[in-house]
């Protein structure tokens, strides 16, 4: 109990950090719901191929970026919309839902989940001893 503990810790605080510092690397601010967002985001991408050990890791990404859009755009409406913000906004950008989300980024997410899915297995067989998948790209 103790270990799962830890590990869904260490995964959370890993992605919720890099998600925060990404920001902040592209945009020179972010703000703290980023880290829940980036925390939620590496435990539900990371975790599908423990789910589905034989996804193949294509349909991990696509699922990936479905997943990271649909939290950025819950993360969105809540602090932007909701309690006014203004972490971001993507009303400028094309084929946006709300200003929260936009194709462009969804797209980048899903190339970008393949670093997550790395980093995730990585964690997860070098601090806790999980067997590495083995990866299929269709």
Request: charged letters at 10%; glycine letters at 8%; a negative charge.
């Amino acid at each position: 109990m103790k270990i799962t503990f830890f590990k869904y810790l260490s995964l959370f605080l890993t992605g919720g950090m890099v998600y925060y510092f990404l920001e902040i690397f592209t945009r020179d601010y972010s703000h703290y719901s980023m880290i829940i967002c980036g925390g939620l985001c590496m435990i539900a991408c990371g975790g599908l191929n423990q789910m589905f050990p034989r996804m193949p890791i294509s349909l991990q990404m696509f699922l990936s970026a479905e997943i990271i859009t649909l939290l950025e755009f819950i993360t969105g409406v809540i602090v932007n919309l909701i309690f006014h913000v203004g972490v971001w906004d993507y009303s400028y950008l094309p084929y946006n839902v709300m200003g929260q989300i936009c194709l462009p980024y969804s797209v980048l997410w899903m190339f970008l989940s393949l670093i997550i899915i790395f980093v995730d297995d990585g964690i997860r067989h070098f601090l806790f001893g999980e067997e590495l998948p083995e990866y299929r790209l269709f």
